[in-house]
């Protein structure tokens, strides 16, 4: 293995088709399009730099106060603690479940994935009703209240419990892509297995650990539900509350800055760390599976160790779920009628935002991928702007645009569906990116070269050759809309519910009967299309 260096040539791939078709200019449509989607992608940056710019003072004092700071070191604290955390789950078990002979190892990988579908903030309120001071578990052992599980302890729990996957799922692929020769040859040479781990094994698995922990970072940072649920004062609840109790809009954008400049850090740090430690095969040929290691005694530990997670982070909430419906459908406090409104309403948001945003990104991984230049370069950079700020400043930034440009799309379901586009354009991008860089762009000129128009060949070659990465960009984007909160807090129109702003107003009044099987159904709407993700290892591109 060698570090930072690439292996193209000796494993004998083409050049990067992107280099070849420089001197391509893209249709003027396509470019048009391109420049709309980019417009639309910078809209919540905008609105931050014209907010802070209007009232430069105010948002500098408010930035840089003292409450500020505060809310700085608290949030921050939280996200350290929540991605060590989930790094000490995931690596391990990922480890178990693909190199070792555990019982059942495909199972276990199943189970331990599956808690990723379970919002952060379904989560939360699971955890307040089981061990909350007057829970189930305070019920069932006769006692009158326990202690509270409020604050950071409860935050750092929850958040850790439902977002460890992040990082379980590329670690996985990428040991199941490994060459076992450097290992063998270790293991040859006297060093022990657990020497083996360290010194080969693990210096190989930074650029999935660094990307899954910058994922759980910025999901802890972005997180709304979960830290309002267990009253954990981050930045988006009191951008929230700024926003909802006062109309602070001027607080609310120096806020949503510092956030900003936050996750740009994070980002910044993260792909130090995998341009530092990454690693590529030198050698021909493709990479053999390795042999699963022997367990021996420590089968048992391992199969506890899996249990236990299992057990926390997927059957105690669900059971919870289950009995807290039960408890529902007894006292008629949940009418399965309205269930199933909250269920189209999200169903709806999700599939036309899944849909906008796949051809959104089609368009703009197309530019990019096969007409490169600064132009099309520029337009793929603005396609992630949106990602990068949380949902909240999101939904602030459409507020804005649309009271002062669009006053008629105001408290509309086509805003929310737009600001769900925007903000989960980056997914889509990534996975059809991705994918068209594995075609050859041979195949299209083929085609152009028969006498093809340039649309006519993306819609009867690109987008067919593409289909596995525009539908895995889909279902990711779907899966997020689903499960957004504040920006569908906000932006929603007056009586219009999805599962996510039901469960999350239950919740505030402790109606955990009424809110159970709105959340057992989001449980059945996102698993299904996530199960299949991850077993293709589409999630972890």
């Known amino acids: 293995m060698e570090a930072g260096t690439q292996s193209l040539g000796d494993a004998g791939f083409e050049a990067p088709p992107a280099r070849r078709s420089m001197a391509a200019r893209p249709p003027l449509v396509l470019t048009a399009l391109g420049i709309l989607v980019a417009l639309a992608a910078v809209l919540p940056a905008l609105y931050l ?74 989560g ?135 956030l900003v400049v ?40 391992a199969l506890g160790l899996c249990s236990a997670v299992v057990a926390i982070a997927l059957v105690m909430p669900v059971g919870v779920l289950v009995y807290w419906a039960t408890q529902g459908i007894d006292d008629g406090s949940t009418t399965l009628g309205a269930v199933a409104g909250f269920a189209g309403n999200s169903i709806l948001t999700g599939f036309w935002a899944a849909l906008i945003a796949t051809v959104a990104a089609l368009v703009v991984a197309v530019l990019a991928g096969r007409f490169p230049n600064p132009l099309t370069r520029f337009i793929e950079r603005c396609g992630y702007a949106g990602y990068a700020l949380p949902g909240v400043v999101v939904a602030l930034a459409m507020v804005y645009t649309a009271t002062r440009a669009a006053p008629f799309v105001y408290q509309t379901v086509a805003l929310l569906i737009f600001a769900l586009t925007i903000h989960y354009l980056p997914l889509a991008i990534g996975s059809i990116g991705s994918s068209l860089a594995q075609v050859s762009p041979r195949v299209e000129e083929a085609a152009r070269g028969l006498g093809r128009g340039p649309l006519t060949v993306l819609r009867t ?37 999805t599962l996510a702003t039901d469960i999350w107003r239950q919740t505030q009044f402790g109606f955990y009967e009424a809110s159970a099987i709105p959340a057992l159904i989001l449980l059945a709407i996102a698993a299904p299309p996530l199960y299949l993700l991850s077993e293709r290892g589409t999630v972890a591109s």
């Open 124 to 258: 939360a309120y699971l955890f307040v009703a089981a061990l909350g001071p007057q829970g189930l578990l305070a019920d069932a052992i006769g006692a009158g209240s326990l202690p509270s599980v409020y604050g950071f302890t409860g935050a750092w729990i929850v958040l850790s419990l439902f977002t460890y996957p992040l990082i379980l799922i590329p670690v996985r692929g990428t040991l199941k892509r490994l060459d076992p020769q450097l290992e063998e040859a270790a293991r040859g040479m006297g060093r022990s297995p657990r020497e083996v781990f360290r010194t080969i094994v693990l210096p190989q698995l930074w650029p999935p650990i660094a990307a899954g922990a910058l994922l759980v970072a910025l999901y802890v940072l972005s997180d709304f539900g979960a830290v309002s649920i267990l009253r954990f004062d981050s930045f988006t609840s009191e951008i929230y509350v700024a926003y909802s109790s006062a109309f602070d809009r001027v607080e609310t954008a120096a806020l949503g800055t510092v």
């Open 49 to 122: 730099l014209i907010v802070d710019a209007g009232a430069i003072g105010d948002a500098l004092s408010a930035a840089f106060s003292s409450r500020v700071a505060g809310i700085l070191v608290r949030t921050l604290a939280l996200v350290a603690a929540v991605v060590a955390t989930a790094i000490v789950i995931a690596v391990p078990l990922g480890w178990l479940t693909v190199r070792t002979d555990l019982p059942g190892r495909r199972l276990w990988a199943t189970l331990c994935t599956l808690p990723l579908v379970i919002p952060s903030y379904v």
């Open 262 to 301: 936050l996750m740009v850090i994070g980002l910044w740090v993260a792909s130090r760390l995998r341009n530092r430690h990454a690693l590529h095969r030198l050698g021909p040929g493709s990479a053999r599976p390795a042999t699963p290691v022997a367990l021996g005694r420590w089968r048992w530990p």
């Open 461 to 497: 070659v690109t987008v067919p050759l593409v289909r596995g990465g525009i539908l895995a960009g889909s279902a990711l984007v779907f899966l997020h809309a689903l499960k957004e909160l504040p920006a569908t807090l906000i932006l929603a129109p007056t009586g219009f519910d």
